[in-house]
């Protein structure tokens, strides 16, 4: 991922304010990026995700309305979700990144997944095992 980051002043914003920019960065050839993210609006969830090669190109994209739960749900059914469009169309060399870092750790072994997700990241790493190489980040 890389970030830009540029200073920008006016009226309504403090002087010398830092934005950064994000911007996406293609997996290597022969691997697909699944990019996922989930969204909370009062009491209502959705998530969704998108899939590209290694030169940008969409090969897939899916969103759904999760209904009345977190966000922290939400972000890892987007994921689930996407792994499983990815898998089922054929791909098996995966770069997963997401903006949830809980989510993330909790797929790297890097904490205990809390009980609220426990269910669907038990089904996140099951489809994992399908692939031939899957790198998760945030």
Not at 76 to 83: E, T
Not at 91 to 117: Q, T
Request: charged share 20%; hydrophobic share 45%.
């Amino acid at each position: 991922m890389s970030v830009d980051i540029s200073i920008q002043g006016s009226s309504s914003t403090p002087p010398n304010t830092q934005n950064q920019f994000i911007r996406w960065q293609p997996p290597t050839p022969g691997t697909v990026k699944l990019n996922f993210d989930g969204s909370l609006q009062g009491n209502l969830a959705a998530g969704g995700f998108i899939i590209r090669d290694w030169k940008g190109e969409i090969l897939a994209m899916g969103a759904d309305n999760y209904g009345h739960t977190s966000v922290l749900l939400a972000e890892s059914r987007a994921f689930r979700d996407g792994l499983e469009v990815a898998l089922k169309a054929g791909f098996y060399k995966l770069v997963v990144e997401g903006d949830n870092s809980l989510v993330i750790a909790a797929f790297n072994k890097k904490l205990e997944v809390p009980w609220r997700i426990k269910m669907v990241m038990q089904d996140i790493e099951v489809l994992a095992q399908q692939a031939q190489f899957i790198q998760v980040t945030h």
